[in-house]
């Protein structure tokens, strides 16, 4: 057979979902992937870390046989490629009838809520992120994992105030006139908006980019607003100050679209732009100017995103700045609004995927309880009636990505927590592991996807075999299910039965999912984007443009009665996180940012030679400004430690001007792969946002000091 050409999609845990080609030759091995030239946001290309991604694919550390801990191998961090030695290799019958041997001991004798899922987004596939898995977690009875570590402060912001995840067209970009680019990195995190934008600015448009940090995004922008980490709600009523006091609002679009717009006006009166200067840490002259330039130069759209909401008053600052396109009429125009998510607008059967009903025919007959992702390390420790007693980890790393690191990790070293890893690679989480099982990489299996950064549906074909025993989520649930003795029918579908099922067989399709089949989107190229009635009538997807809210009043709420019936602030304020320079707890005088590395997808990438080449000389560092460097007599290159009450890091001084006085910065790694053992979660904190109950990792005071170190002193050199 000559070289083939199997269309994929990018499965990573990225608003893109690129259309991916991937190049087979003759013995079954994958060759080339490159974007999808036909796919209007892909547009051909890809970014720097799935260009290299036959380097993962085919990477010699790749896990591929399922292993189950020898005796007397202490569960804790090893070295990297010392892992294998606490394992031995079992088959996958063993490893199955052991972990459904176990899950039957427990749940008989502790009940089936102490058994925990524990997952999130390492991929986005519809198959993949939550369908058989969640199928058989319900019939199992276990815990409810409330999926908060990413999006929910945002995304229950968004609820909150239009009643759907939705917003402007990401191909629509090209036609703004000015682009805020709100805790929004598009280079590193969103690089397929970036040519829409720079079109945009061919045409005039000017890029205004509101981060702390000097992300590659702000180099390139006309204007960077480095704000205060933690400060946006009162950068946004702020503006809305200006805008009401100078009559700089679309009087007739509050007005038949607005609710509670007077409440709101009377909060704004409380922000003039001297009082929001001290917070936000800007000139309040910059606040008018923002304003002005915003609201008088058509269209307008923010690209918010969620860098915004890792902070206590994320839920507050989320609503703020999602309320001004409604306040300057920005949704009439085509290239005007907002863009934080566009995952509402897909409609997958998701009852049919994930079966809720079945928890009634667990042995608990009622829904289980809920426990929240972002809290792992009280769930694990502290979290009792009943106590978990088995965890089931996939597609996610907790032993890195989750807050308040310590407490984590004393959780899943208890040797009377049966835990289970499914994964690709020997992660943190795999070093605490009693069984670890292969995972299939997304061209080893078959999905259907969507975005939360464009309107198009993707199949994902398999193009090639698994390598070694590999296997995908949902064959992995299937068989466990039925090594339960779980007689429901739906244990027994298929990838391709999923597929049908997701897109609504034998049932009638929602609107803008009419006429999408796996048929369809096989002929289709791989994509077909989302039926809008306004385009099939020749028209522009214009989300708010006229109407079309899913809140109780049908309007923009600009003050919410759900949330006051939460106990909650109606209206959008700005309330200094408790961890902050303005905060309750001031025991540690520098705020941290513990940041995504832009070539990396959190941690995901990390142990690749050849991505590691590509973050050089950026992990590993601390991001400090010249003044609060100088102030502790730290230079260029000096060891450091950095601390607070939760733990201490070291890492080598970086004094740069990419941050402003009084932030540091550092970017999130593997434990195994940072010196000391331990990356910047350590520092995290489990408080939790204002709404949503997301974690709050961009809200965190430490310490910094010199441990030891040669270096010379350089003042503001470093340019990320
Ligand atoms: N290369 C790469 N791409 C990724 C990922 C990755 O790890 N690496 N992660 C993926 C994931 S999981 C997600 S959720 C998406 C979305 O990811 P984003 O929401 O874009 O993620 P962040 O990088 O956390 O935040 C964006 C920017 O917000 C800034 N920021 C932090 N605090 C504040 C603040 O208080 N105010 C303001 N105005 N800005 C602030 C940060 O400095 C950062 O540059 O990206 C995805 N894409
Ligand atoms: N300090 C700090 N912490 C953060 C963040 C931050 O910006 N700073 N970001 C937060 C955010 S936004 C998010 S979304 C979370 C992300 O947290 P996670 O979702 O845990 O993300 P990853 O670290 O990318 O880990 C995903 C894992 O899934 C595995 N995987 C991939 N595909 C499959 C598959 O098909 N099956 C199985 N079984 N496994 C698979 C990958 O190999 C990888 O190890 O981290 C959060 N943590
Ligand atoms: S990580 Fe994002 S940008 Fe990169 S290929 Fe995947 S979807 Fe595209
Ligand atoms: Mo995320």
Redesign the pocket.
């Known amino acids: 057979m000559p070289l083939r050409t199997i269309h994929t999609v990018c499965s990573?845990?990225?608003?893109?979902s690129c259309g991916v080609l991937v190049t087979v030759d003759e013995a079954g091995k994958a060759v080339r992937v490159q974007g999808d030239p036909d796919h209007p946001v892909t547009q051909g290309f890809l970014?720097?870390?799935v260009a290299k991604y036959l380097e993962r694919v085919y990477s010699p550390d790749r896990l591929l046989y399922p292993m189950k801990r020898r005796s007397g191998a202490a569960k804790g961090r090893r070295a990297q490629g010392s892992e294998a030695e606490a394992f031995e290799r079992v088959s996958w019958g063993e490893a199955l009838d052991l972990i459904a041997a176990r899950f039957k001991i427990i749940s008989e004798e502790y009940g089936p809520e102490s058994i925990l899922p524990y997952s999130?987004?390492g991929t986005i596939g519809v198959l993949g992120y939550g369908s058989m898995d969640r199928r058989f977690f319900h019939r199992l009875g276990a815990s409810q994992l409330d999926r908060t570590i990413?999006?929910t402060a945002?995304g229950d912001a968004l609820t909150a105030v239009y009643g759907r995840k939705v917003g402007t067209g990401t191909e629509d970009f090209r036609y703004a006139r000015y682009i805020i680019a709100?805790?929004?990195?598009?280079h590193?995190?969103?690089?397929h908006l970036w040519p829409l934008i720079e079109e945009a600015r061919r045409n005039g448009a000017k890029l205004v980019v509101?981060?702390?940090?000097r992300?590659r995004?702000?180099q390139a922008a006309d204007w960077h607003?480095a704000?205060?980490?933690?400060?946006?709600s009162a950068?946004a009523l702020g503006m809305m100050h200006v805008l009401f006091r100078d009559g700089l609002y679309d009087h007739d679009y509050v007005e038949r679209h607005g609710h509670g717009f007077e409440q709101l006006r009377e909060r704004a009166m409380e922000y003039a732009p001297s009082r929001v200067a001290q917070w936000t840490g800007l000139a309040a002259d910059d606040v008018e100017r923002l304003a002005h330039e915003y609201a008088t130069t058509e269209p307008a759209v923010i690209r918010l995103?969620?860098?915004?909401?890792?902070?206590e008053n994320?839920g507050a600052?989320a609503r703020a700045v999602m309320m001004l396109p409604a306040i300057i009429g920005a949704w009439k125009y085509r290239g005007g609004g907002l863009q934080l998510s566009t995952s509402g607008a897909f409609q997958f059967d998701k009852q049919t995927m994930e079966r809720p009903d079945l928890m009634q025919a667990s042995p608990l007959g009622r829904s289980a309880r809920v426990v929240n992702m972002a809290r792992l390390g009280h769930a694990l420790t502290e979290l009792d009636r009943p106590r978990v007693r088995a965890m089931f980890v996939y597609n996610s790393n907790p032993a890195a990505i989750a807050p308040d690191q310590a407490q984590v990790l004393r959780g899943i070293s208890r040797k009377d927590l049966f835990t289970v890893v499914h994964e690709q690679f020997f992660t943190d989480t795999t070093d605490y592991a009693d069984v670890v099982l292969p995972a299939t990489t997304f061209l080893e299996q078959k999905d259907v996807q969507g975005a939360?950064g464009h309107y198009y549906v993707g199949l994902s074909n398999k193009a090639i075999e698994p390598l070694g025993e590999a296997r995908q989520n949902v064959w992995v649930f299937s068989q466990l299910a039925q090594r339960m003795g779980f007689t429901e029918p739906c244990f027994e579908d298929t990838p391709d039965d999923l597929i049908a099922q997701a897109l609504w067989r034998g049932k009638p399709q929602p609107e803008v999912m009419a006429g999408i089949t796996t048929e369809s989107l096989e002929e289709a190229g791989g994509h077909i984007r989302l039926k809008f009635a306004e385009e099939a009538k020749g028209g522009n997807f214009l989300p708010f443009a006229e109407g079309g809210f899913g809140t109780p009043s049908g309007k923009v709420e600009f003050y919410s009665e759900t949330l006051a019936a939460q106990g909650l602030d109606p209206l959008p304020g700005y309330v200094p996180a408790t961890e902050s320079r303005f905060g309750a707890v001031d025991a540690y005088p520098l705020e941290f940012?513990p940041?995504?590395?832009?070539?990396?997808?959190?941690?995901?990438?990390a142990n690749l030679p050849g991505h590691q080449k590509m973050e050089n000389g950026r992990m590993g560092v601390l991001e400090i400004h010249a003044a609060d460097a100088a102030a502790r007599r730290i230079r260029e290159g000096d060891r450091v430690e950095v601390f607070n009450a939760r733990g201490r890091i070291e890492l080598t001084a970086k004094v740069m001007d990419s941050i402003p006085q009084g932030v540091v910065?550092a970017r999130?790694q593997w434990n195994k792969l940072s010196e000391g053992g331990n990356n910047v979660n350590l520092l995290t904190s489990q408080r939790l946002t204002d709404i949503g109950g997301g974690p709050t990792?961009?809200s965190t005071l430490v310490e910094v000091r010199r441990i030891q170190g040669p270096g010379t002193w350089t003042q503001g050199t470093g340019r990320e």
């Open positions: 990573h845990d990225c608003p893109d970014c720097g870390k999130y987004a990413c999006s945002g709100w805790a929004a990195n598009v590193g995190n969103n690089i509101i981060d702390p940090y992300t995004t702000a607003i704000i205060r980490p933690g400060t946006d950068l995103n969620y860098g915004i909401q890792r902070c994320g600052a939360y940012l940041r995504k590395a832009d070539n990396y997808t959190n941690s995901t990438f910065a999130l990792f961009y």
